[in-house]
């Protein structure tokens, strides 16, 4: 009977060989599921290579294009034309006041000084179309010059006049280029393109740097259209948004951080601030013209209104930020102040705030960028209106530079599409500036624990 169990035993036990087989078949499926997953590595790897090179192909093109459709913006044309200030003809003599001078007709002057220079154009329709060729406020730019210097008065100058937009962009893109009827881009019929052609062959067309962009606020005429008023209501849109958002967030976050009572309402509180960094910006520029403008009666389109709302769109994100510095001081700094016995007041503001600011400041220009760049709610407020002048107080009306990009978006001149590139240019110049300026203040002034 033990025999015979004994056979069984053996006869059931695996070989040598079986069991060399069994190794070998484990070792290969371990070989074989340790190549899947490193293929799947792989495959993944690649995924987020091929992301990352999408990403970056598309911001390439992105900034490509906006640059070939702006940068001839930072250029304009010019054409040198001889005047003579002959004073019997204005009516001045150099000892003129500005009141006479700004009384004086300068529009016929400047007429008659185009057809002085071009006696073969006599018919009507013709010489609307050379006056066509000069940017429309040049009698304006005349007489501004005369009420500057009135000793031109009697004088012969080479004044050099602003083109028309229509002038300025087939010079610019079409002039001397073998290009096919629906491939030109111009307004100008035949025979101002030869004027054109005429001018440039007798030297008196030059390009020089666009220093009205950066001159002049907005304009109906391209060739006169800048951004000075939008920049300066930017600065002061964000000066009322700083010097309002930056101490109620960091009050806030202060207290949150480091007096509330953990309770059902301070949870309330921190509920709705990190719901508020997700809502819509156009919601707040509901609120703000539904409180600030409808309810407080305050004007449309100016800084303050623009800043107040801003305000209201960043707190949450700088609160946010400026927690997150708060939170990132060792405890054992608050203990060691605790233990010399300084209150919780000198604890804050003495030792855990200094060392939380440069996390607060980063966060407040990563917020400010983001106030500069909004579009939305300064919509809702008004601020979306035809501004000629530059605003010189925060109570003046106002437009930002994201608004101006979005009106001459919406304007049929080849020469504002152009204009809305270069605006673009240097509003992306600001956002990089201050994202750069985060970085560097971070990278500067953060502390390793």
């Known amino acids: 009977m033990t025999d015979s169990s004994n056979t069984a035993s053996n006869d059931s036990m695996p070989t040598p060989v079986e069991v060399d087989q069994a190794r070998a078949e484990l070792a290969k499926r371990r070989a074989a599921s340790l190549k899947k997953r490193n293929a799947a590595e792989k495959r993944f790897q690649w995924a987020g290579r091929l992301s990352i090179a999408f990403g970056i192909a598309c911001v390439l093109f992105l900034f490509t294009d906006i640059f070939s459709k702006g940068i001839s913006a930072f250029t304009q044309t010019y054409i040198d034309v001889e005047i ?22 300068f529009g016929s002057f400047f007429k008659k000084s185009l057809r002085a220079q071009y006696p073969e154009i006599t ?13 429309s406020d040049m009698p304006l730019i005349l007489r501004n010059m005369v009420v500057a210097d009135p000793s031109l008065i009697g004088t012969t100058q080479t004044i050099s006049m602003i083109a028309d937009d229509d002038f300025d962009t087939y010079y610019k893109h079409s002039y001397g280029k ?73 009050a806030t976050a202060i207290y949150l951080e480091e007096f509330a009572p953990t309770n059902k309402i301070t949870d309330f509180i921190e509920v709705n601030i990190n719901n508020l960094a997700a809502v819509p910006s156009v919601i707040f520029g509901l609120l703000g013209l539904a409180v600030f403008i409808n309810f407080f009666g305050m004007p449309r389109s100016v800084p303050l209104i623009g800043g107040f709302v801003l305000t209201l769109m960043t707190l949450p994100t700088i609160i946010i930020s400026s927690r997150a510095a708060i939170k990132a001081v060792p405890p054992s700094i608050r203990e060691a102040a605790l233990g010399m016995g300084a209150s919780k007041v000198q604890t804050v503001v003495h030792h855990v705030l200094p060392l939380a600011m440069p996390g607060m400041l980063t966060g407040t220009i990563i917020g400010m960028a983001q106030a500069l760049g909004e579009t939305a709610p300064l919509l809702m407020i008004g601020m979306v209106a035809f501004i000629v002048d530059a605003p010189s107080g925060i109570t003046d009306p106002a437009t930002v530079l994201p608004v101006q990009i979005f009106l001459w978006s919406d304007s049929p001149e080849r020469a504002f599409v152009e204009k809305t590139s270069a605006a673009i240019m240097v509003l992306l110049t600001f956002l990089i500036c201050m994202n750069s300026l985060a970085v560097w203040l971070r990278k500067r002034l953060e502390r390793r624990w």
């Open 84 to 105: 003579t200030f002959d004073a019997e003809q204005l009516g001045l003599t150099p000892q003129s006041t500005e009141k006479e001078i700004k009384a004086a007709s």
């Open 123 to 135: 018919e009507r329709k013709a010489k609307r179309q050379l006056y066509a060729l000069f940017t």
């Open 178 to 250: 073998n290009l096919g009827p629906d491939e030109k881009i111009s307004r100008l019929n035949e025979m101002q393109e030869n004027l054109v052609h005429q001018l440039v062959r007798s030297g008196a067309v030059k390009k020089k740097f666009n220093s009205i962009l950066f001159t002049n606020s907005d304009s109906r005429e391209p060739e006169l259209a800048g951004i000075k008023g939008a920049i300066m209501g930017s600065i002061l849109t964000l000066f009322v948004t700083l010097i309002l958002s930056f101490p109620i967030a960091v």
